[in-house]
């Protein structure tokens, strides 16, 4: 079973229900696996056989950017639907976090799994 992973990624946006949270950018701290073949990128020692994770943090930030939502829940779904048709990513879980949210934890948030992980379907 072969991923590429971002853990710990922080970015800035606006994201919340209520009326100031419109109006500021708060953090998020997003962890991505994606299911895949990674054996075709280590072959040749290939970038582009690969996930770019760093293009994809780019593209994680520019989406939240660009597509603000009241709900994490919203920001998961439609990030991890962009993320498997822009990449063409079979599998991936994703986790969204918002510290600070409730002031006695450290964070709150929610993680999907979208797609299938099939290890035949990747080569």
């Known amino acids: 079973m072969d991923k590429v992973f971002i853990r710990g990624l922080h970015i800035q946006t606006t994201?919340?229900?209520?009326q100031w949270e419109k109006?500021?950018?708060?953090t998020?701290?997003?962890?991505?696996e994606m299911a895949w073949d990674t054996a075709k990128a280590a072959?040749?020692?290939?970038?582009?056989?690969?996930?770019?994770y760093a293009e994809i943090s780019i593209a994680i930030e520019k989406f939240a950017n660009h597509n603000p939502v009241d709900l994490l829940e919203t920001l998961a779904e439609r990030?991890?639907?962009?993320?498997?048709?822009q990449y063409?990513?079979?599998?991936?879980?994703?986790?969204?976090?918002?510290?600070?949210?409730?002031h006695n934890a450290d964070t709150v948030g929610v993680s999907?799994?979208?797609?299938?992980?099939?290890?035949d379907a990747l080569r």
């Open 43 to 52: 072959a040749n020692d290939e970038l582009s056989k690969t996930v770019d």
């Open 79 to 85: 990030l991890a639907e962009f993320l498997m048709t």
């Open 15 to 18: 994201i919340g229900f209520f």
């Open 28 to 32: 998020l701290v997003i962890d991505v």
């Open 88 to 102: 063409h990513i079979p599998w991936l879980k994703l986790t969204i976090g918002k510290p600070g949210a409730v």
């Open 23 to 26: 109006e500021i950018k708060q």
């Open 112 to 119: 999907i799994e979208r797609g299938a992980f099939k290890r």
